[in-house]
Each structure stands twice: as C-alpha cells, then as structure tokens.
C-alpha cells in the first residue's frame, strides 16, 4: 500500500491529476459542459481561484470579447463586475441543471446593449429571443423583427431607426431635409404616399410638373417651371412679379385677372401686344370708329369707367342730360375724321317738331336739363308780346301745330269764333277790347270818331248803325248824315232834302226844332 502511494506521489502531476480529480468531484456537470468532465484543467487552474475566470472566457469567446469592449449584458452589467464567473454560473450541479438564473421579471434591459424603450417595454421576452437560442444571439436590428411589417418591401433598406421609433411602428419620423428634396411649406402636411405610390421612394420625380401636372390650368403653355410662379406654401398664391419682370405693369382690374385672360397661347413662345386695342377688341362698342387708343378714354380701373373729360378735352362741355348719353348718340362716324356739329339741330333735327320753322336756335326755348323740362320762351321779344289774360294762355290755344310760327298775329286769327258782331266792327278787335278780358271793352265813340253821340244815339247798340260786314282790317266809313239810317224813318219822302238835323234833334226824333234856329 506504501509502495502504491508513493508511485502515485512519484508519477508526474499528468498522470494522476485527471484520476484524482474525478475522484474528488462533488458532482455531475451540465450537460454542455459533461465532454470536459475528464479534463478538469479545462476549466479549474490549481491553486489560482482568479486564473479561473480567464479559462471559462478562454472557452466562451464572445462574452470574453464583450468584457474586454464593455458591450453586452458582461461587459455594461455592475452585478457581473469584478465577479467571478462562479458566482452566477455555479456547475457540478447535474446534467439537467440550469446555471443561468435569469428572473425575466426582475431583469434589467438597460444592462444591456438594446434599451428597452417605448412599445418594446410592454413585448415579452421571447418575441425577441427565440427558443433555444441565447440571449445575446437576439438580433438588434429593426428589420429582424419587423421584417412583415416592412410595407415598403425593403425598398427603403434596413435602417427603419431612420422614419420609426419605439413609441409606435406606425408613426414615422422622417427628416425630409436631409435629402435632396427638402420640404417647404404645404410639402410638409403632404403624406409620404402622395408623392411615393406603392411605397417606391428611389428615383421619385422633384419637378414640380411631376406631381402637379393634372393641376396645371396652363396645360403645358407655360411650361414646366412652375415655381417661377408657384410657391409650396399655397399652389394658388402666385410669386411672380409681372410689374418686377415684364414690361407691362398690372394696374386695378388687371391685377385681379387670370393669366390665362390675357395669355391664351404658350407664354414663353407668344409674345403679347401691350397695345389695349390687342385685348379688348371684342369690347370695343365703338366698332373701330374711336380709333385704338383706349387708354384715351378708358381706366385700367374699370372698362366702364371713363376718364376722358369732355368738358375739358374739348370746346363743348356737356351739361344736363348730355352728361348721362352714350358717346355714340353724338358720334355716329369716325371719331377722328368727323367732325360733330355743335349746334343743337346737329343732333337733334329728327327731335325738331317745328319742322325748321322756328329756325336752328333750339337754346332759345331748351335747355340740356331736357329737352321738353323748364322750357322757356320770353314771348315779349316776339312781334307779339304777351299781356293780360294772354301771358297765362296755353301756347296751343294760338299755336295748333308745334311749327309755332303764325302768319297772322292779329286778334281775329284767334277770336273770330268770339266775334259777335260778325265782322260789323271790322276785324280789329283791339279797337274796343284789350288782352284783360275779352268783356271788359273800352270804346270812346266821341273820341275815337268824327260822330259824336248824343240824345237817344247814346243808348243805341252799335249794330243799329252798323249792319254790314266790313273786310277784315278795314277802317269803318259810314255817312253821318241822318237820312243813311233813317231814310225809312222820313216820312216826308225826302222832300225837305237830307239834313233831318234842321229840324229833328237826337233827343227824339218826333222832336221839331223848325223856327228855333
């Protein structure tokens, strides 16, 4: 027996460690360890706890290396520092046995080279690490996990990070600025699908034509450079300076306009006259005879408004009812070429009821308030001026027709209807009565006449004396001897002559005054 021990004492340490060793084992390893159960020196150094460590990092390589970069649960983790590997992964416990003691719970993932953040809190532990695989064999990388919820077919590469975040898969981030296509004003509210249908962000147009091409009204006439014109802040809002960049200055009503109203063609191919004649020759009511000059006339204002003043342009100023009449009622021709005539029976000879009789000074009667308003006629500067009851006569109860002119002013053109003595007293009607009253007469038979009347000639009526017609505008020659009216009276049968005065008075004629004398 002493001879045995010594042998064993002799032999070299190779010969009887192993034996030895299994000898004093205090049990079975696991069953990823039970090859190296025959080669203790695998993983125990003799008489060095701490070179211990270094062995089990000989055989696992990869925590090794994450101790050494401190990455990974070894390498970050303040319960494995400075710890010996036995301490968590204790061994000799059985094959079946566990001696990674993991409280999945408990568990701190900030440990660790993937922190949990937002949605990935809530997930369970084997949606990332499959069965039967390590720990740190699960896959860092978004796509690994949501390689089926990768709409984009992988188009967009595996850099989900870039658009997604932990808070929800759905809300994507994505700073469009940093590619070459920043976006600016409406852009920004745009949805990605708008711009990159079915997912396809590679080689996407930037024009702006490429996307905009169905909203262009233009259809192509001016061309593809639409943000000449255009901004992204609002497609509708217009950049372009056409006072800034054109020749022709957009004033009023054209400032308000379409660029289509004037530009009906390709604006870069056709080039517009800026004569006003150019555009608004379909407005133009004066059929060319006003010339092309409208800017003569008409404001950029309103087509309507009209800014020549014709009281100061010309030597006619238009007062009255002329201010409100179209220029067309007076310029029937050529603006420039006919002249119009000034004088009232220029334009209205077809209004002039008096047939020209009343001669061209229309004026001396109207006035431009209106033709038939505040007419007036100063009828004292006539051959007849008008006095008494005639200054309130209508003027058709002497003019019948609208000629106005008479060819006889006398009383009887007027009167003879009133003329009860039928032409006795001749047609001088003033003769007896006056323009007061046709009743109210004054006639002086002893005044006005060679004949005196006295006795019983005072009361007689004038038609006693004064039976026969007389022409019209004749004085009255009658005899004053007493046989003219009473001859029928004589009942000497004209024997004593014709002087009946010689012995009769105008008292009576059965008055004898014979022997008086």
Known sequence: MRAVLFLLLMAPAFAWAAPFDIFLMPGELIEGHKKYEKQCEKCHEPFDKQEQNQLCLDCHKKVKQDVVNKKGYHGKSEQVKDKRCKFC????????????????????????????????????????????KKFREAKHECIACHKKDDVHKRRMGNKCQDCHSEKSW??????????????????????????????????????????????????????????????????????FNHDKETKFKLRFRHAKLSCSSCHKKNAYKFKLKKKCFSCHEADDKHNKLYGKKCADCHKEKSWDEVKFDHDIDTDYKLIGVHKDIE????????????????????????????????????????????????????????????????????????????????????CYACHEIDDTHKLKLTSLCET??????????????????????????????????????????????????????????????????K??????????????TIGIH
């Open 89 to 132: 992964h204790t061994d000799h416990i059985g094959r079946n046995a566990k001696i990674v003691e993991l409280d999945e719970h408990a568990f701190d993932h900030r440990q660790t080279d993937f922190k949990l953040k937002g949605a990935h809190q809530k997930i369970n532990c084997s949606q990332c690490h499959v069965k039967d």
């Open 170 to 239: 759905k809300k994507a981030e994505f700073d469009h600025d940093e590619t070459d296509f920043k976006l600016k004003g409406k852009h920004k509210k745009v949805l990605c699908a708008d711009c990159h249908p079915n997912q396809r962000y590679k080689r996407t147009p930037t024009q702006c034509v490429d996307c905009h091409k169905v909203q262009d009204v233009h259809l192509g006439d001016m061309g593809k450079k639409c943000y000449k014109c255009h901004s992204s802040e609002k497609w509708k809002k217009i950049l």
């Open 327 to 410: 220029c067309n009622n007076c310029h029937f021709g050529d603006l420039y070429k006919d002249k119009v005539n000034t004088q009232c029976q220029g334009c209205h000879v077809i209004d002039d009821v008096h047939n020209g009789k009343q001669g061209k000074k229309c004026d001396t009667c109207h006035n431009p308030s209106g033709w038939l308003k505040k007419m007036s006629f100063d009828h004292d500067l006539t051959n007849f001026p008008l006095i008494g009851l005639h200054g309130i006569t209508a003027c058709e109860r002497c003019h019948i027709s609208t000629e106005y002119k008479l060819k006889n002013h006398s």
């Open 432 to 497: 007896c009565h006056n323009p007061n009253d046709w009743q109210i007469w004054v006639f002086s038979h002893n005044d006005q006449t060679d004949y005196k009347l006295d006795g019983a000639h005072k009361n007689l009526k004038c038609e006693a004396c004064h039976q026969e017609p007389i022409e019209k505008e004749e004085e009255i020659v009658l005899s004053d001897n007493c046989e003219a009216c009473h001859a029928i009276d004589d009942v000497h049968s004209g024997q004593f002559g």
């Open 499 to 512: 002087f009946c005065d010689k012995c009769h008075t105008t008292e009576s004629f059965k008055d004898i």
